[in-house]
């Protein structure tokens, strides 16, 4: 009989969590050590403690407990949404400290930059070839650096899709993220016409900003960024593209996880993206060894989320759930009870294409020739492909780890750094995820009990958002 709970002690209390179909509730000591004598044995063992007498019945269901000796994924990933990313430019008029496309340089080519010729040769090749069993596309203007130093081609391009979605029957939605600071109101309202989702990286305040943005010349950026925000938000725009999405870092650097969030609040945020810095060789990247100060911040932002709670304030909360915050959608999972087989769709339904048209895996590996996995002239290359299509977590390390249907695994690209493997992944990611789960299990038991219809709701806007592109 294979075991599908996980007991865990936080700050006290006790909880068991069902690692496969996500549900969980709050136990008291007996029981939390009469669940991990079940784990140990690998059965349910004799004494059953009056309280927890369902947990037979739940093991008829499969429920923490299931009789099929082999281990499946269980579930069928779906792959609805083919994601494409290209940079227009590799270049970017900032010098981040941490960015990992180091403003353009690690790419290399001759070919920097899209022109009319590539761009209508990427168009044919995704529209005719990529997503021939996609009836939904998803564009990203992403990394690489700046895209709007290349608007006129993000301006044909959007022409153009138009065109092509009406000749290939095809339903597309566009992501731009942008460092801010070349939008103008010019710019704002050519975009508004194509109803596109905008992100601005920001990282906190002007001081944590600044400490990382910069300029070549050292100079903070920080009043550029928000000089461009503050169009978005003050204009005339759809909500859509009104509705940005803030994108930061939390680095050594950082004040912490609730000061960023915070600023994001004063500045009418509702949408955000916080990754962490990790990875050796800089100073402003965390280890290992930093793991108290994460513990910390991870810590002081769950209890301002059920302080929160507490008070019928969600904001907070409602703005970092999503599919791409760190915590976030580790929050999201659990809430919506929905598990993941693997880290992200890179390689597998998410292809990011250079301004040569070589194809790689996402944005993160462009640059790394052995990670290419073909061309727009030449095809991808099946047995690359096939690489990444057999990534899941049953067939990397993290196939004896309770949390990987919630977790997924590292990101491939920082596993490849960290460990020279992308199914290796990096010790502190395994730690901070597992302490996320932790807590999001804490704090939704706490909101459940507070007020459950608040409980619903947030079930139903996340469930929402999920369903959304973005």
Same mark, same amino acid.
């Given at each position: 009989?294979?075991?599908?709970?996980?007991?865990?002690?936080?700050?006290?209390?006790?909880?068991?969590?069902?690692?496969?179909?996500?549900?969980?509730?709050?136990?008291?000591?007996?029981?939390?050590?009469?669940?991990?004598?079940?784990?140990?044995?690998?059965?349910?063992?004799?004494?059953?403690?009056?309280? &927890? #007498?369902?947990?037979?019945?739940?093991?008829?269901?499969?429920?923490?407990?299931?009789?099929?000796?082999?281990?499946?994924?269980?579930?069928?990933?779906?792959?609805?949404?083919?994601?494409?990313?290209?940079?227009?430019?590799?270049?970017?008029?900032?010098?981040?400290?941490?960015?990992?496309?180091? =403003?353009?340089?690690?790419?290399?080519?001759?070919?920097n930059?899209?022109?009319?010729?590539?761009?209508? #040769?990427?168009?044919?090749?995704?529209?005719?070839?990529?997503?021939?069993?996609?009836?939904?596309?998803?564009?990203?203007?992403?990394?690489?650096?700046?895209?709007?130093?290349?608007?006129?081609?993000?301006?044909?391009?959007?022409?153009?899709?138009?065109?092509?979605?009406?000749?290939?029957?095809?339903?597309?939605?566009?992501?731009?993220q942008t460092?801010?600071?070349?939008?103008?109101?010019?710019?704002?309202?050519?975009?508004d016409?194509?109803?596109?989702?905008?992100?601005?990286?920001?990282d906190g305040?002007? #001081?944590?900003?600044?400490?990382?943005?910069?300029?070549?010349?050292?100079?903070?950026?920080?009043?550029?960024?928000? $000089?461009?925000?503050?169009?978005?938000y003050?204009?005339n725009?759809?909500?859509?593209?009104?509705?940005?999405?803030?994108?930061?870092?939390?680095? $050594?650097?950082?004040?912490?996880?609730?000061?960023?969030l915070?600023h %994001?609040?004063?500045?009418?945020?509702?949408? =955000?993206? &916080?990754?962490?810095?990790?990875?050796?060789g800089?100073?402003?990247?965390?280890?290992?060894?930093?793991?108290?100060?994460? $513990?910390?911040?991870?810590?002081?932002l769950?209890?301002?989320?059920?302080?929160?709670? =507490?008070?019928?304030?969600?904001?907070?909360f409602?703005?970092?759930?999503?599919?791409?915050?760190?915590?976030?959608?580790?929050i999201?999972?659990?809430?919506?009870?929905?598990?993941?087989?693997?880290?992200?769709?890179?390689?597998?339904? $998410?292809?990011?294409?250079?301004?040569?048209?070589?194809?790689?895996?996402?944005?993160?590996?462009?640059?790394?020739k052995?990670?290419?996995?073909?061309?727009?002239?030449?095809?991808?290359?099946?047995?690359?492909?096939?690489?990444? #299509?057999?990534?899941?977590?049953?067939?990397?390390?993290?196939?004896?780890?309770?949390?990987?249907? &919630?977790?997924?695994?590292?990101?491939?690209?920082?596993?490849?750094?960290?460990?020279?493997?992308?199914?290796?992944?990096?010790?502190?990611v395994?730690?901070?995820n597992?302490?996320?789960?932790?807590?999001?299990?804490?704090?939704l038991?706490?909101?459940?009990?507070i007020?459950?219809?608040? %409980?619903?709701?947030?079930?139903? &806007?996340?469930?929402?958002?999920?369903?959304?592109?973005?």
């Amino acid at each position: 009989m294979n075991v599908y709970a996980h007991a865990f002690e936080l700050e006290g209390n006790y909880f068991v969590l069902d690692i496969r179909k996500l549900c969980f509730f709050k136990c008291g000591m007996e029981e939390y050590n009469y669940i991990n004598k079940c784990i140990t044995n690998k059965k349910i063992i004799n004494d059953i403690p009056p309280s &927890i #007498e369902p947990l037979e019945m739940f093991a008829k269901q499969g429920i923490y407990f299931d009789k099929r000796r082999e281990e499946k994924i269980p579930f069928s990933p779906k792959k609805k949404i083919l994601q494409v990313a290209f940079p227009p430019v590799h270049k970017c008029n900032y010098a981040c400290k941490y960015c990992f496309a180091d =403003a353009g340089k690690k790419y290399n080519d001759d070919c920097n930059a899209y022109n009319d010729k590539i761009l209508i #040769e990427m168009l044919d090749y995704v529209y005719k070839t990529l997503s021939k069993d996609y009836k939904e596309i998803r564009f990203e203007f992403v990394s690489g650096g700046e895209p709007l130093l290349n608007s006129e081609i993000i301006h044909h391009f959007l022409r153009k899709c138009k065109i092509y979605d009406e000749i290939y029957n095809k339903k597309t939605s566009c992501f731009l993220q942008t460092n801010g600071s070349l939008i103008t109101q010019k710019e704002l309202s050519f975009l508004d016409k194509y109803n596109i989702n905008l992100g601005i990286s920001i990282d906190g305040d002007e #001081e944590e900003h600044n400490a990382n943005r910069i300029y070549i010349d050292g100079k903070g950026t920080y009043q550029d960024t928000i $000089k461009g925000y503050n169009i978005v938000y003050n204009s005339n725009v759809n909500s859509q593209i009104k509705n940005i999405w803030a994108i930061g870092v939390l680095t $050594k650097q950082s004040k912490g996880l609730v000061n960023i969030l915070k600023h %994001f609040e004063k500045l009418k945020i509702t949408r =955000a993206q &916080i990754n962490l810095v990790r990875g050796a060789g800089t100073d402003i990247a965390f280890t290992l060894c930093d793991w108290p100060i994460i $513990k910390k911040y991870i810590s002081d932002l769950f209890r301002m989320i059920k302080n929160g709670f =507490a008070k019928n304030d969600t904001k907070l909360f409602r703005m970092i759930v999503n599919k791409n915050d760190f915590i976030g959608k580790i929050i999201s999972r659990l809430l919506l009870g929905r598990p993941v087989a693997y880290r992200c769709e890179a390689g597998k339904n $998410k292809f990011s294409i250079c301004a040569n048209g070589d194809i790689y895996p996402c944005d993160s590996f462009i640059g790394m020739k052995e990670f290419c996995l073909g061309s727009i002239y030449s095809g991808l290359l099946p047995e690359k492909v096939e690489e990444f #299509e057999a990534i899941n977590v049953l067939s990397s390390n993290c196939k004896l780890c309770w949390a990987k249907y &919630i977790c997924g695994g590292d990101c491939y690209f920082n596993a490849y750094i960290v460990n020279g493997e992308m199914g290796v992944p990096d010790a502190l990611v395994c730690k901070v995820n597992k302490f996320i789960i932790y807590h999001t299990v804490d704090a939704l038991l706490s909101l459940k009990e507070i007020d459950f219809k608040l %409980f619903e709701k947030e079930v139903k &806007i996340a469930k929402m958002r999920n369903e959304m592109s973005v």
